[in-house]
């Protein structure tokens, strides 16, 4: 869906915004910052938005409202990120895997297979050196990130176990977008097929996809376990966002208005960061306790064989995203 010149204008620009805010009998008209997301409201990711609604405002003395769209009810992946380069949404927190339409493919990097031992290891990465490259690579697209966010390790399924590379041969695997990922389910021999998250359930349910990966959290409350019906915990590679918003807007709000905002995103993105772990625990849980897909651990044998089969993934991430960020990343995983 093309974005009209109407709902363009719906985005009122932060400057006008913030002459608005300084006119007597305007003063009391609080900034409304939409922001739109695709997941539940029941996952990291949703609990996080609403998390810096609650703070932005208080913070905020409620000269800022934050609008929450969350489930793609305003938009779909692609059109959300047409939004916010128009201005008719202000916030987003799109999974880096999305971020090629930005041209900022080196998100993808992170994307890479086996890439961060744990969450620990992913949140002190982009805590350093990686997270400022690739929000440097946002801010001459007119994008500026404000955080990352956790949502945990992909698991990854179909209607019949997956437990060594050969079982994925020939199946149709739905990916969100990034090459990576569309370049290690290759490798196992299986078919990567981009589809809006919105699409995912629909399309498993009549088979259009054979099979998918996600989180704990998204599979259940995308209830992607209801028409999979074997999951394996393969935690292949990580699912990660990026809060982003459009730079001249957020530079062109008033001070006293950034910085108790740019507080509040501080503060979400700990909290969310916090619970990320928990939370797809706790999913996990309930998808076994629901009977309705059998859940598979990977031994340390088969999961070594998933490792040399999507290895090579890595070479050929390097034309892809580029040495330089591959290096950043592998050195502050390991360090
Ligand atoms: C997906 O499209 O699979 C996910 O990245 C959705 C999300 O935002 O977690």
Redesign the pocket.
Known sequence: MKLSRREFGVGVSAAALATAYGRPGWAQAPIVIKYS???ATD?P?GKGSLRFKELAEKYTAGKAKIEVYPNSSLYK?KEEIEALQLGAVQML???T??FAPLGAKEFEAMDLPFAFADDAAFQKTVKGELGKFLFDKLEPKGIKGLAFWD?GFHMVSANKPLLKPADFQGLKI????SKVADQYFRKLGSIPQIL??SE?YQALQTGVVDG????AS?YLTQKFHEVQKHITMSYHAH?Q?AVIVNSKYWTGLPADIRGPLDKAMAEATDYTNQIAVQENDDALKAIKDSGRSELHPLTAEQRKAWQVAMQPTWQWAEGRVGKEVIGIMQKAASS
């Open positions: 997301h695709v997941v996952t990711k992946d927190g799109p999974s895997a999305k949502n739905r990916i969100s977008g809006a998250f995912v998918c990966e996600n989180t998204n699912l966002y």
